[in-house]
Each structure stands twice: as C-alpha cells, then as structure tokens.
C-alpha cells in the first residue's frame, strides 16, 4: 500500500497531457488573482508567502516572503520578476514534470508576484533541452493572455503585466542568479557577487526578484487557501507544504512525487519509488541535486524537510534525490559528479576553475588503483580551499567530494590500499541491471 | 550569406527591444539553424544585428556548449554523461554508439550525418539512461532500441 497525500502542485497531472486552462481555473485557478486584483492590496500577497514560510525550491531555501520585503517601497521601475526554469542540477527533473503537468499554475503566481512587487514583466529563463517546455509555456501564456488575466490591465484593473520566454544556450551555471541575470542581457554568464542585490539592482540595473519554477507555482495556491493551510499540508512542525521529489537512481519506480515536507526517506523509496530494484540494497543517496552531500544508512528514516536536514548537517537542496545501491563504487561516483562540475565551472575564479579538475584526477587516480595515502589530505586540503571560491557553485561542488569523505572514506582507502577499485565489474553498470517494471 | 527573409524576420523581433543584446542568443541559434553551424560570417551578422561587438558575442559562443562554432553533422547526438546515466549504463551506450558510427565522441561521421557530443545532465533521469538528437530527448535506451533509432534517422534522412 501506498500512503496518498492531497496533491496540490500536481492536482491536474495527467499522465500523458498538459492540463488546460479550463480545468486549472475549474480547480479554483486564477481565483486567488481575481481576488487580489479586486482588493488591490499587493502587501496582502507578500505576507500570506512570508507567513507560509515558503522556502524558495531552487536550492537555496531562502524565504521568499522576506525576498520580497527586500523591493524597496520606493525601488525604481520598471521591476522584472525572473522564473527560473534552467534546472540543470544533475538528477533535478521537478521543473520539468511541473511545467508539463499544470503550466497555468506558474503563470498566476508569476502575475501575483509581479503584482505584489509592481513588475512590468516576467521573463521565463528555460534550458534549451526543454524545448517542449518552452513551447507549451510560449503557448499557454498567449491564453491567460486572451482571458484577461495577462497583458494589459489585468481583469479590468490598472496593473499591467507580460510574460517572455528566454531560452537559454545552456551551462549549469546560468542557474545562479546573477549569471542569469548576466545571459538574459546577453553577457557571458559570469556571477557578479553582491552587493548590490539583485533586488536592489538587478536585470538592466532595475530591481529583480528571482524565483524557481515551484516555488513561484506555490504561490496561487497559498494566497488562495491561506498561510496556514500551507504549513499544515507539511508532516513536521519545522516544514511547510508540499515538496516536489525527482527520485533516479536505482529503485523500481523513478519519478516525480508530490509529498508533504518532512516524509521520511525511507517511505519516499520504498513506497512511492516502488522500493529498491530487485538485487539492490539501498547504499546512499544524494538529497538534493549533485551539490548536497550522500545521505548514508544512518538517515534512512530522516524526514525530508530542509530544516531536519540542516539539523544533520545536509541539504535538503532541490529535493532530487539520486540513489545509489550497494554495488554502486561511492568513489566512482564521486568522480562522475566531479567531472561535471569540473565541466561546468565557469572558469571565473581560480580556486574552482584549477581546483575541480585537480580533485578530479586525484580521485580519477585513485579509481584506477593509482593513488596514494597523501591523496586523501589533499583532496581534504583541496576541498577547503573551495570555500572561498566567487560564488556558491564551488561550495556545492565540493559538497559529495566531503560526503565521500566523511561516510566513505574506508572505500577510499581500500582503492589506495589494494590498488584497485574493489567495484571493477559495477559502477558504469550494465544495461542489464534495470527494471523492467516502469 | 542571410536571406532576406531571415533577416528581416530578425529585425523585426529585435526592432523595438529596449535592450537589443537580450537576443542575442535567439539570434546565434536562428543563424546556427540557418548555416548549420556559427560560421564567422554568422557571428558577425548575430553581432551587428544586436549591436555587440564581435568580441563579446565570440564570448557566448565559446560558453554556450549548444552553439556549434564548428561543422555538425545533420543529427547532433548528445549523449549524457552524469550521474543518473552513468549508473544505468550510460559508458556501454556511449560505446555503442561510437562503434556504430564508426567514430569518437566530438567527431562526425564521414556522410556529415551524425556528431557525436557529451552533454551533462538533460533533466530526464528518471528516463535514464537519455540521449538528445537534435535537442529531442530518447530515454530508456538500450543498445537495440539505439539501433532501431540510429535506423530511423538514417531512412529520414534519404
Ligand atoms: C551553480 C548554481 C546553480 C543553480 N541552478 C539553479 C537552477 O537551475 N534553478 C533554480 O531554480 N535555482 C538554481 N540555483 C539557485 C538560485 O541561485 C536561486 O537561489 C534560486 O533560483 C532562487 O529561487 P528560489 O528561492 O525560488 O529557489 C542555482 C544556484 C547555483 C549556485
Ligand atoms: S566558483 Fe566556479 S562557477 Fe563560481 S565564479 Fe568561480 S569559477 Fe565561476
Ligand atoms: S543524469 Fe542523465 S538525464 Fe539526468
């Protein structure tokens, strides 16, 4: 048996269709911005998020109700609100099963927001592998515009709001907010360390405010149903709403799963991802995306909110959780992310542009039965100086490299010791080894 | 050389931007579906179309790994490399397919049907292991269905 939970972000998914305009305002959609409009208070927007304690979903887990507070009454115009479609985290999909599933969700809390700050406009930045995204947005916008509730004096009032798609070139970093900022004015997306904040001064100098695609789509529904609401929809004290998981890995039935915060992990495996693959035995996985650390054995049952995490010394991050089972090398996979980021720096700053590939082949040595006790400090040395790279994604980089170890650190010793992977065979596994079960 | 057509299509999405340069990639992909790939012909139009200096535009194009400054075959296939098809097999796919073809990753195949490229994490992971062709997403790929697709192409393209 599988426990079922209210499905809020994912009330109107369909397996293999887009819901519709029509079926997302028969489910209460658009009421909330009918009702905001009406009354004309755009403070009343900001304090129902603040209140709910909605942490943005991108990674960070900042507040967005206190992000919002940061637009200066007086901040110039015009003000742009950015969605933050590019989700290239490895193992992050959320987004993309959120914007197939209920799109219209995502617009109204677009034009809430950009109503609660005064934004003239809202820009969509997507990655360029989610095209079909792209499209049904580009599509879908064009809608709500034609039934008043985008464009030009919204539902008959003063406020006045657009909605663009901007398609991305691609690269990791275009996730983090100023180099988004940097690619949508057409620079090469390089961060830009604050101050000043993007909210201050942001897209083209004017204030910013930028939002992931869930966080913002949470927003209907907590202005339509009430700050407490939201928090209730949470199983721990310390959470408040729902959570979008992207489970992958090896379990039977990977997927995205709408959960309340704080369900424990073990239930999110063996329940909703339909368990373990047959022959697996859960080893580790990673919470949140690539930049968080393995969760071990010793967390099974922890309770997937960002505050448990936090507690433990984790990051709930983007709530992508990638498993890995017993006959998965930790060291080998450590590689395989460190080469991503390796790829993916920026190449801004030192510390990470000539750090990740360093640590790369030190643990690429070491997977080949080529590396020595002296790597193990070093790549500890390594990781720290890693800190005090430019921007976060150096921090998040290092984030399995440290979890490995912590918690695999005899795994890292037996391929020094023995001069040899003790997973030869597994690791990059056969073809063979999935399920056939979805 | 742009056509005229293509040109004006550009101005006209460009003419009246308060900021030309936020285009700036739409114009590189416009040109790159145009020539195939960025030609420095294409860079320069994409950077007098925007009003960016060449420099500044060569910027992206080295940063932005789905602009091609290079020739690309008629189906470009990314292959993903991360963690979620690393575990499901992505190195004996990637092995699969360079034997097929006939070539190394980064390479195109002599009739310029086919490049073969890495890419990171495409957001599919729960369809691991994934391939893009063309910026369309394949998952749950095993070596014969890579065969059938490979097939299919290959009769699109004739
Ligand atoms: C290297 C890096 C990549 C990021 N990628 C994304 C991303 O793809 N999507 C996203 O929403 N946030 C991403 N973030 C987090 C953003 O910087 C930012 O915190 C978030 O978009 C804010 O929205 P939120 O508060 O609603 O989550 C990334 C951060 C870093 C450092
Ligand atoms: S930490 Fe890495 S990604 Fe960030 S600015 Fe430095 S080189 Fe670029
Ligand atoms: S790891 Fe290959 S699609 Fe995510």
Known sequence: MTTTYPQILFQNRHADRIATLEEYAASGGYEALRQMIAGGDRAQVQAAIQEATLLGRGGAAFPMGIKLSTVAADAPFPRYLVCNADEMEPGTFKDRVLLHADPHQLIEGMVLTGFAIQAAKGIIFIRPEYENAARILEREVALARQAGYLGEKILGSDFSFEIDVHRSGGRYICGEVTAQLNALMGKRPNPQQPPPYPTESGLWGRPTVIQNVETLSCVPHIVRNGAQWFKDLALTESGAGTKLFAVSGHVNRPGCYELPMGVPLSEIIEEHAGGMRPGSEFKACLPGGASTQFLTRQFYDIPMDFDSLKKAGHRLGTGAIMIFDHKTCMVAATLNLMDFFARESCGWCTPCREGLPYIRDLLQRIERGEGEAAFIPMLEEMSKYLWNAYCAFAPGAVSPLQGLLTYFRDEVEEHITAHRCPFQASGSGALDNRSQTD | ?158
Not at chain 2, 38 to 66: I, K, N, R, S, W
Not at chain 2, 83 to 103: A, F, K, P, T, Y
Not at chain 2, 124 to 135: E, F, G, M, S, T
């Open chain 2, 1 to 158: 050389m742009l056509t005229e057509e293509l040109r004006t299509a550009l101005e006209a999405k460009i003419a009246g931007a308060a900021h030309p340069q936020e285009y700036v990639v739409d114009v590189l992909f416009a040109l790159q579906d145009h020539y195939g790939h960025l030609t420095d012909e294409a860079v320069a139009e994409a950077a007098q179309l925007v009003g960016m200096p060449v420099v500044a535009v060569e910027e992206l194009t080295t940063f932005y790994p789905f602009l091609y400054r290079e020739p690309v075959g008629r189906y470009v296939i990314n292959v993903c490399d991360s963690v979620v098809c690393w575990m499901d097999g992505h190195e004996s796919l990637q092995n699969h397919l360079m034997e097929r073809l006939g070539i190394a990753m980064g390479e195109t195949t002599a009739d310029g049907l086919f490049t073969l490229l890495p890419v990171c994490c495409i957001g599919y992971c729960d369809r691991a292991p994934a391939i893009l062709v063309n910026k369309k997403v394949y998952g749950e790929l095993t070596p014969e269905k890579l065969d059938d697709l490979l097939e299919t192409l290959r009769r699109e393209a004739e």
